[in-house]
């Protein structure tokens, strides 16, 4: 027989009235799709606020973040007259020093981060003490102190205390300091003092580490990276570090935007999770209407008509779905803002960010498309003829559906392609997640046909479990997805949470020194060594020489680069940015390894020579036989490159890019600075009052402090991450059990059955048992091989961890996924199993 | 095509065909029928179950297309629709009345009724149902889902739901079968008066000869062929 076409329809009216009525209220039998859905767009829209927060906080306080519209940085001396009065050109002027000190008050001695600011302190923005007071730069003899410091020197606001041996009155405790965000790190609570009282006490003696920070108000409308320009080309060998207000925390900047990628791949991750979860349940709910289906068609609907009436009771569900999560979204924002408090500047209360509100949203809706295409398109195939047979076959594929889920699937590379900040990165994501997806259905096939050809068991339960695996219309493809992804999602977290733990905990706390001092003079080595020896007998101290420069030019004799002419710094090429630790010595440092070219030797007094860090050698192509100049105080010094050699940066002990020949650069004022290594257990308060009581002009940094204040941050980098993350994980939860309950549906016949043929209530669960067992077996060996590949992708690749997993941990969560897994299956069927076969009969 | 007495037919089929599956596990259900009804005319199709009585009336009233053959059914070519084209061909010229009533149940009586007409793009649907319903005597049940019926309040409202729309043809399969007797007979006491009033030709099949007897004529079906075909005594 020849087929006319299919042409004319149902209006969108009246599909919608009609879809309206058969679409309940609570939505029943979509809730699945709409929890899946409320979870996706509610953890990207809670991503993309908060970051999109941030981001503009950044930039629109970014006068008040720097201080002024342009800084210049410059380390261990003053301006000059002349770089003074190009500022004053330009606009109001501030400046000031920052340097690390000590502080004493009795018995208690503090390394604190030294702010000396001038009368014009702060340029914009407010000092705000927890007193209330709003203030400026602090009268000579006294200081504003962060809590921190107060805390260490167990004094209170009117107390004396010591820097450098000058004493100071505590005149308040600083409450909102509004330039903090761009001081970047700080290796010790923080004591604002006056401009000149770091200079009074022989602070900046020359040598000294210290950092000299001018900001700059503009007097007009001017552009800070012209005025930037101008200033390079004037002063091309100063060793100026530049901010401007566009770009006042860098590391901050850099900080939001990849922890914002990150997040927004783990709200993906959730969303594909999610996405199976919209894909199973949809199934679900069809599979319940294919008797509605059948009566619509035989009441005249055509394929076309049922498409539209459960395409638009599926679109309602997303879209409630999706306005829920925006909503649930929007309002957890000032949650994860709390949490992140201290850390990056978050408005407070409610962010209306209506363009991370769309992406997530948009997100949201073509995941559902995508996902639910397949089970949609094929509905529009139940005959009508459901209505007057038992169950049909199952229906084949229909090809229409790829149309819709190919572009869907464009349509969300696009989306997360152009809106990723690395686009790479979430490219490869995505196809990971789709190659993933893939893997899994074809386990799934190839479950289904091993099943098929494995001996039949005896007995006929174990016989119907190994039947439900491949019998016509068995979930097992279904089953294998959703339960190998969300398993495998629960392994990845596990997995990246546990290395992240594991190079924190372990790495960095065991290589570390316990202190760093700074400005030691260099005549007074010895008696620093012995000062230790006395205290701590069992303590290493190591001292090197410290000196910061910029580097001016490297290159081939006769073609060195100017760094100052260079438009755009290579990729791991750092160190060309603003000054850098310089220092000499005889010997190769410890932990580092020559790997090209040779060492000078002890008492070298031929041409000055530099030995170079390899992978910093290998991004600006840098070979030995050529030449670096360096700024040095104001001096340029030249040294040909010796060799290479690899550092072992996780050490945590003195690892400098360049190490010169003594002779090159011995002559320059400079101190030495010192890693000291003490017994476990070792009693440090005295040692650190003779430190400052015999060398006040040095500063001491406490390692265990700033390693502390580290974790504080990771922990709250951890608590945003794992808030994440947990959606992903709640999304793989509502996955399983919607994947069970409607494999469950399947079931529930058979048990049926099965009772009323004579199965006892134990053979029944233990056919359950034995089916959703060996599943388990299978996928938890998959979800063990895919979690922990991409987990290590992200760690190693991503993150540049080492890989730390712990598998206590992971196998631990996997364990408790599987439970979880099993108890879902078999817990489902306890209602039939108590009921009489009589009773579950009528139950069908 | 008309009938003997002129009178336009209402179905007109010849050596229709129904084949089941494919290769060895292929069942023929209908291996030939030839079979004419004319407009207005009342028909009940008799069988043993399995003999392919709800298979023809599938195929007659465009539920499923036949393997091979020709069947035109008021005034439509349905030998060259397909499945979509059949459901708008059935849209307010066939209505069907089913064993197990098959409403929806998650909508109202009213709601139940109307679909039809307004899957076929009728205005008024809505009114024409409660008309309806009340027609059939279910004017206090017109909120009600199905689930807040009685078996024969579901069959009425199936029966409402076949005839409102003003259909050419009405096709009922065994509609008594779910029902007790006195609820069966009710049924049909309505059922013949409101095809009656519409004018429409009713196909119906049942194993009540009582209920055979009071039809225009009765065919037999058995093995998927037609056994007998003659006027009702």
């Known amino acids: 027989m020849s087929e006319t076409a299919d042409t004319g329809g149902l209006g969108w009216a009246t599909a919608w009235r009609i879809a309206k009525r058969d679409l309940n209220a609570r939505f029943k039998g979509l809730r699945l799709l709409l929890v899946c859905l409320f ?16 981001e503009s906080e950044l930039a629109g306080r970014g006068q008040e973040l720097l201080g002024g519209d342009l800084e210049v940085e410059v380390w261990q001396r003053d301006l000059t007259g002349n770089e003074r009065a190009a500022l004053a050109d330009i606009g109001e002027v501030s ?101 000149d009282m770091p200079g009074s006490v022989g602070l900046l003696a020359p040598g000294s580490m210290y950092q000299s920070k001018y900001r700059v108000a503009f007097k007009d409308a001017r552009s800070p990276d012209a005025v930037e320009e101008s200033l390079q080309e004037r002063f091309p060998n100063a060793g100026f570090d530049y901010r401007t207000r566009d770009n006042a925390s860098p590391g901050a900047d850099r900080f939001v935007s990849r922890m914002g990628e990150f997040l927004t791949l783990v709200g993906l991750a959730a969303l594909v999770i999610a996405g199976i979860g919209i894909g199973g349940g949809v199934s679900s709910y069809l599979e319940a209407r294919r008797a509605s289906i059948a009566t619509l068609k035989v009441l005249g609907a055509s394929s076309r008509d049922i498409v539209r009436i459960y395409g638009l009771q599926i679109g309602a569900a997303a879209l409630v779905g999706s306005l829920l999560g925006l909503i649930a979204g929007f309002a957890v924002t000032p949650l994860l803002a709390a949490a992140l408090q201290g850390l990056l500047p978050v408005e407070s209360g409610f962010v209306f960010e209506p363009a991370a509100l769309l992406i997530a949203a948009a997100y949201g809706l073509l995941v559902a498309m995508v996902f639910a295409a397949t089970p949609l398109v094929r509905a529009r195939k139940f005959p009508a003829m459901a209505l007057m047979r038992a169950r049909i076959a199952p229906l084949s594929r229909d090809g229409r559906a790829l149309a819709w889920v190919g572009g869907g699937m464009a349509a969300i590379i696009a989306l997360a392609l152009l809106t990723a900040r690395q686009p790479l990165l979430s490219g490869g994501f995505l196809a990971g997640a789709v190659v993933t997806l893939g893997l899994l259905a074809l386990l799934g096939w190839g479950i289904r046909i091993l099943a098929a050809k494995a001996p039949r068991p005896a007995n006929p339960l174990w016989r119907n479990a190994l039947a439900n695996l491949h019998r016509p219309g068995a979930a097992t493809g279904a089953l294998v997805t959703a339960l190998g992804f969300g398993l495998s999602a629960f392994v990845l977290l596990a997995a990246i949470q546990s290395s992240i733990n594991g190079n924190i905990e ?339 | 095509m008309t009938s003997p007495n002129n009178a336009p037919f209402a179905i007109s089929a010849r050596n229709l065909t129904l084949t089941l599956g494919d290769g060895d596990a292929a069942v023929e259900i209908l291996r030939g029928i030839d079979l004419d009804v004319a407009d207005g005319e009342v028909l009940a199709l008799l069988g043993p179950s399995g003999s392919g009585k709800s298979s023809l009336m599938a195929v007659l009233s465009g539920l499923e297309r036949a393997t091979s053959g020709s069947l035109t059914v008021a005034g439509e070519n349905f030998s060259v629709m397909n499945e979509d084209g059949l459901a708008r061909a059935r849209r307010g010229k066939i209505g069907i009345v089913l064993q197990a009533f098959h409403l929806l149940p998650t909508m109202t009586a009213t709601e139940n009724v109307a679909t039809p007409m ?76 409101r095809r009656a009033e519409a004018g429409a030709t009713l196909v119906i099949i049942t194993h009540d000869p009582e209920l055979a007897a009071r039809c225009d004529r009765i065919v037999t079906i058995a093995d998927g062929l037609i056994a007998t075909d003659s006027a009702a005594a």
């Open chain 2, 118 to 193: 307004e899957l076929a793009g009728a205005k008024d649907a809505a009114p024409r149902a409660t008309a309806e319903l009340e027609a059939v005597g279910l004017g206090h049940r017109l909120t009600h889902y199905p689930a807040q019926l009685s078996g024969g309040e579901q069959q009425r409202v199936a029966l409402a739901r076949a005839i409102a729309p003003r259909p050419q043809l009405i096709f009922a399969d065994e509609p008594t079968g779910n029902l007790d007797v006195a609820t069966g007979h009710d049924i049909i006491e309505l059922m013949f008066a």
């Open chain 1, 39 to 54: 979870l996706g767009t509610g953890a990207l829209a809670a991503i993309g606020t908060l970051t999109a927060a941030i």
């Open chain 1, 95 to 195: 400046g000031g020093t920052r340097l690390q000190a000590m502080a004493v008050s009795g018995v208690n001695a503090a390394p604190v981060e030294l702010k000396a600011v001038d009368g014009a302190w702060p340029l914009y923005g407010t000092l705000t003490l927890t007193d209330g007071r709003k203030v400026g730069a602090p009268a000579a003899g006294e200081a504003w102190l962060a809590q921190g410091a107060v805390d260490r020197l167990g004094i209170k606001v009117g107390d004396n205390f010591t820097i450098g041996g000058k004493p100071l009155v505590a005149a308040g405790i600083i409450g909102n300091e509004p330039d903090r965000l761009s001081e970047g790190f700080q290796l010790g609570p923080t004591v604002i003092v006056s401009e």
């Open chain 1, 506 to 844: 372990q790495r960095v706390p065991r290589e570390a020194p316990d202190y760093f001092v700074l400005d030691i003079p260099r005549d007074r080595v010895t008696a620093f060594e012995q000062l230790v020896a006395a205290d701590q007998p069992d303590a290493f101290v190591r001292t090197v020489p410290s000196l910061r420069g910029a580097i001016l030019a490297y290159g081939p004799k006769d073609a060195m680069i100017t760094v100052a002419d260079m438009e755009e710094i290579p990729d791991g090429a750092w160190p060309l940015r603003g000054e850098r630790g310089l220092t000499y010595a005889d010997d190769l440092p410890v932990g580092n390894r020559l790997v090209e070219g040779s060492w000078w030797g002890p008492f070298y007094e031929g041409e000055p020579l530099v030995s170079v860090d390899a992978e910093f050698a290998q991004a600006i192509d840098l070979k030995p036989g050529d030449y670096i100049t360096v700024g040095l105080l104001g001096v340029e010094r030249t040294a040909r490159v010796a060799n290479l050699r690899t550092i072992d940066w996780e050490s945590m002990g003195f690892n400098y890019v360049l190490v010169f020949s003594p002779n090159a650069i011995r002559d320059a004022p400079h101190n030495l600075a010192a890693t000291i290594d003490l017994p476990d257990g070792a009693e440090t308060g005295p040692l650190l009052r003779q430190m400052v009581r015999n060398f006040p002009s040095s500063s001491v940094i406490e390692i265990g402090q700033v390693l502390a204040e580290a974790r504080v941050i990771l922990g709250q980098v951890g608590t945003a991450t794992f808030a994440a993350a947990s959606v992903a994980v709640l999304a793989g939860l509502a996955v399983l059990i919607g994947a069970i309950a409607a494999a469950r549906a399947v079931r529930t016949y058979d048990t049926v059955v099965f009772r009323v043929l004579g199965a006892s209530r134990r053979q029944v669960l233990l056919m359950q048992l034995a089916e959703y067992g060996l599943l388990a077996i299978i996928l938890a060996v998959v979800a063990l091989g895919l979690g922990t590949g991409l987990a290590w992708l992200v760690v190693v690749q991503l993150f540049e961890f080492e890989w730390l997993p712990n598998w206590a941990e992971i196998l631990g969560v996997l364990g408790a996924g599987l439970l979880f897994v099993l108890l879902f299956a078999v817990a489902g069927s306890l209602p039939l199993l108590r009921a009489k076969p009589a009773q579950a009969l009528r139950a069908l």
